[in-house]
């Protein structure tokens, strides 16, 4: 099969256009809105972007590559026209290039990979439209791309769908608490509201461990990069490092320990810990709340999640230099008193739900395995 440079091809297309010349409705993507595997988030318009400095031209024929950091596989394909950061690359492709086979043929992992390699910029590091034009890629005739593209896109939209099932599930959640208990600041219905230090048993910031080396064989240690927006830990990324038995003794979290972000940009948000978990330790942004025994974790854990508290929360944090809310905030915060057993059915139908979502879960696993085998096998020849 014929190989050849990018540049040869395709045209790296860097159009720069002022803002102020421009309808204030015109789109505008930044490398923010555009996740890795391609798909665009978030749409912003120059106006509510509020975009001052020269940007790129695009259309719906080019590829767009992120320049900044490619390690992050920032590549997309725009359904439209309007304009980009300078930090993403519009590649326009000639007769011979299909844009969907460029797309695909970018977005390998090993691509992804080598892009990196190739940036340079200690702080930031970015790839040259140059080095780009250099990429090297196989050339079947147009026919032929556009068939490999397609079966990629078909695997790629059964990508999308197992992702939005998943999404789904997260909001499902918290659709099941609202129908079975209502808001708890503006519709706690008919139950007695206390004040979560009410029904805190514990309460404990987490330890700070100074210039201590991390290791491959101690006890896992939470950060706050570890704890994504729907509440889970990372728990393959976390850092390892050898503790005293006093400090295990001491902090290591417990079954039913709900983890608390009280600082910095994730502030408020919060994991609750299970039994299948493995141990670990959550640093000094955290505090750990053990409830008692009248509040069933899961619906704690709900209630501090819920968009009305979230607001209490954020809104207390600003008071602060940097946003902070900590003991005495959380334990002001008002829990409604639901009756236990119907706290516990609400526990019961969370297990129930996490248990489809972790075959959910499984499923897209193995239609991730067999994306990667297509792409794999499509510039290969094999396909």
């Avoid at 918290?174 to 309460?203: C, H």
């Avoid at 994991?271 to 008692?292: H, S, T």
């Amino acid at each position: 099969m014929t190989t050849v440079e990018l540049q040869e091809i395709a045209t790296i297309e860097r159009q720069g256009v002022d803002p102020a010349g421009l309808e204030s409705s015109t789109p505008y993507i930044g490398l923010e809105h555009i996740e890795r595997g391609g798909r665009i988030i978030g749409g912003q318009t120059l106006a509510s972007a509020d975009v001052t400095s020269t940007k790129y031209i695009f259309t719906d024929r080019h590829v767009l590559f992120g320049k900044l950091r490619p390690n992050l596989g920032k590549i997309a394909r725009p359904s439209g026209h309007g304009v980009c950061s300078t930090d993403i690359l519009p590649i326009l492709p000639g007769p011979l290039l299909d844009r969907g086979y460029l797309f695909h043929y970018l977005n390998q992992p090993k691509m992804v990979d080598f892009a990196a390699s190739q940036a340079t910029g200690a702080n930031l590091p970015r790839l040259s439209p140059k080095t780009l034009g250099t990429f090297q890629l196989p050339l079947p005739p147009i026919a032929e791309q556009r068939r490999i593209a397609a079966i990629l896109d078909q695997a790629d939209a059964l990508r999308a769908k197992r992702h939005k099932t998943l999404t789904a599930f997260d909001s499902l959640a918290s659709s099941i608490f609202y129908d079975m208990f209502g808001d708890p600041v503006l519709n706690p219905k008919a139950w007695k509201v206390v004040r979560f230090e009410d029904q805190i048993k514990t309460m404990q910031y987490g330890p700070r461990f100074y210039n201590e080396p991390y290791s491959a064989h101690g006890i896992r240690i939470v950060r706050i990069t570890d704890l994504d927006k729907h509440g889970r830990l990372d728990f393959d990324s976390m850092p390892r490092m050898e503790v005293s038995d006093v400090d295990h003794q001491k902090f290591c979290l417990r079954p039913g320990d709900i983890v608390f972000a009280r600082t910095g940009a994730t502030v408020g948000k919060l994991a609750l810990i299970r039994a299948k978990d493995p141990p670990c330790i959550a640093g000094a942004y955290f505090i750990r709340v053990q409830l008692r025994d009248e509040v069933e974790p899961d619906y704690g854990a709900a209630v501090l999640r819920s968009p009305t508290i979230q607001s209490i929360i954020e809104s207390g944090s600003r008071q602060s230099a940097q946003q902070n809310f900590s003991g005495p905030g959380v334990r002001a915060l008002p829990l409604p008193l639901p009756p236990l057993e119907l706290q516990r059915q609400f526990s019961a139908t969370l297990a129930a739900l996490e248990g489809r979502r972790t075959l959910a879960l499984e499923a897209k696993a193995a239609v991730e395995e067999l994306f990667v085998s297509l792409q794999s096998r499509a510039f290969s020849g094999e396909l």
